[in-house]
């Protein structure tokens, strides 16, 4: 499926230059907070959005810089911030 | 010409309390609801399903079946689900056409090869048919196949798993559809869950397009959507990433491909359908997404990636292309629970790009599950705390290393 991916340095972009890294979520555990629980929810557990989600990703096959965008999942678009101004796609 | 048609299964309002209700009229559903109908009588049954039974995966894959996988914990399964197939057809006495061409996966590397030794012993193990072949008898079982050296990735060997084939997927949902009805079970389609109810962490109701439901017992079997059921209806998130994945066939061709085989290194695998067609498929999105497009990237890979494993299917046309979605989990392995963490809520997911194989199988299972509340000793390896207790499985993917997590 085609996508392409607003990089904060390069701009717009082709996303197979880029690799996903993961649902935004919450922060690393601390390491004297470690349950195995927490770990688990901050390595493995995704909420799978069908819709609007925050995620990250890299510009591997360019600058490399990591960055979170928003995008909606049912169709591949990258979108504004939705608590900004509503999902508007991105012009 | 054909004269008039019968329903395979007929339509019933739907009531306003079940004892069990399957979200999903896929494959694990339905099988799901035959089985508790069937073995325990637990005919008030409803399966609701948002489109119609067959649209998710179960009517989208491409019908591979085979038990060589690698781990301890998942070749008991996979082993019953194959030997399943013939009595399952008997059973249902509807043709599900089994075709146990056999299954052959190649290695292109001293690694790859390496990787499958393990692979083999440990379903030899199990009792199930698979061996090491060299490339000379990779070309007796496929001479189409081009053994030389002169692709980029040659073949240094494979693992030919006799046993296994292919099964008519549409089949199988209208067997089981037909069957479960037949006990009693309601299927609903057009309908959506749209929200689960728990009062003191017990299910109690679920809410649908057309109404709502009252129920002590759910089995999520929502395919690509059950995690996002699962986050959006009960808050629970579960360590699933949602992929589309591709698959074509080309125009039909005579016999030339009698097993199925399949390529890690070219990201390809293909059967010839009993129609003649080459049914082709691997490509999954690197990305999470639900939109089930077809991309002209894969097709170009996909017709670079045949010709070069078998040259002689140069300028032969790709006719359909479709894809659909794998809920895909890190270990490669399926999520069965069941009154955690919740009383009466049960999950039968994250079967990725796998599932067809042993869903009927694993219905048996999920029903015994869900009439008597004990989790089947088969099952207990899969629950879903695995992922907090660090038992991930370490299935190996049968021949993409496609998934967000690498
Ligand atoms: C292209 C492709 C190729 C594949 N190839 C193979 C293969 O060769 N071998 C193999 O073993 N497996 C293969 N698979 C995997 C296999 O198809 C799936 O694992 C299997 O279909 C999963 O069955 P299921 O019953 O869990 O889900 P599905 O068959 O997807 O059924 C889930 C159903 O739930 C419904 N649903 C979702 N949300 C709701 C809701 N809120 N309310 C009501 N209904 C809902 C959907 O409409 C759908 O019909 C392939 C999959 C794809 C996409
Ligand atoms: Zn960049």
Redesign the interface.
């Known amino acids: 499926?085609?996508?392409t991916i607003t990089c904060p340095i390069c701009g717009k972009r082709n996303?197979?230059e880029f690799?996903?890294g993961?649902e935004d979520k919450e922060k690393r555990p601390e390491e004297d907070m470690f349950t195995?629980?927490a770990w688990?929810?901050y390595v493995?557990?995704?909420?799978?959005?069908?819709g609007t989600q925050k995620e990250w990703w890299c510009h591997k096959d360019g600058c490399g810089a990591w960055f979170a965008i928003y995008r909606d999942?049912?169709?591949?678009l990258e979108v504004s911030d939705p608590n900004e101004d509503g999902s508007k796609a991105k012009a | 010409m054909f004269g008039k048609f019968k329903r395979l299964w007929a339509k019933q309002p739907l009531k306003k309390s079940y004892d069990a209700v399957i979200i999903g009229g896929g494959l694990h559903g339905l099988a799901t609801a035959f089985f508790l109908a069937r073995n325990y009588a637990m005919t008030d049954v409803a399966v609701i399903e948002k489109r119609y039974i067959g649209y998710g995966g179960a009517g989208r894959n491409t019908a591979i079946v085979r038990a060589n996988q690698r781990t301890q914990e998942n070749l008991p399964l996979y082993k019953e689900g194959l030997d399943f197939w013939p009595i399952l057809t008997k059973e249902l006495d509807f043709n599900l056409m089994f075709y146990n061409c056999g299954n052959l996966n190649l290695a292109h590397s001293e690694a790859a090869l390496k990787a499958l030794r393990l692979q083999v012993t440990s379903a030899q193990f199990h009792g199930i048919n698979s061996q090491l072949v060299d490339p000379k008898e990779c070309k007796a079982l496929i001479p189409a196949l081009d053994i030389s050296d002169r692709p980029t990735y040659p073949i240094f060997g494979g693992m030919y798993h006799p046993p296994g084939g292919i099964v008519r997927h549409d089949a199988v949902v209208w067997g089981l559809a037909k069957g479960a009805a037949k006990l009693g079970v309601h299927i609903h389609q057009q309908t959506e869950v749209t929200g689960i109810e728990v009062e003191n962490q017990k299910i109690v109701s679920v809410d649908t397009s057309n109404g709502k439901i009252s129920t002590p017992r759910v089995l999520n079997a929502a395919g690509g959507?059950s995690?996002?059921v699962s986050?959006?209806m009960l808050g629970i998130?579960?360590?699933?990433?949602?992929l589309?994945i591709q698959a074509m066939v080309t125009h039909p061709l005579k016999p030339l491909l009698n097993h199925v085989v399949s390529s890690g290194a070219y990201h390809v695998y293909a059967n010839q359908t009993l129609k003649g067609e080459i049914a082709t498929g691997s490509h999954m999105?690197?990305?999470?997404?639900?939109?089930t497009?077809?991309?002209a990237?894969y097709i170009k890979h996909q017709a670079e990636a045949l010709t070069k494993l078998m040259p002689c299917l140069k300028g032969v046309k790709f006719m359909r292309s479709w894809a659909g979605l794998a809920d895909m989990t890190?270990d490669m392995a399926p999520i069965m629970d069941g009154n955690y963490p919740l009383e009466g809520y049960y999950m039968d997911c994250g079967w990725g790009y796998f599932g067809f194989k042993s869903s009927a199988v694993t219905g048996k299972y999920m029903a015994q599950f869900m009439a008597t509340g004990e989790c089947p000793d088969i099952l207990k390896p899969f629950e879903l705390r695995r992922?907090?207790?660090?038992r991930l499985m370490g299935e190996t993917p049968a021949v993409v290393e496609y998934s967000?997590n690498n």
């Open positions: 499926m085609s996508l996303g197979y690799r996903y993961g195995s629980r688990c929810s493995h557990m995704n909420k799978s959005v069908a999942t049912t169709t591949n | 959507y995690a996002a986050y959006h998130r579960l360590p699933i990433s949602v589309t999105d690197p990305w999470p997404n639900y939109t497009q077809t991309s990237y890190p992922f907090e207790h660090h967000p």
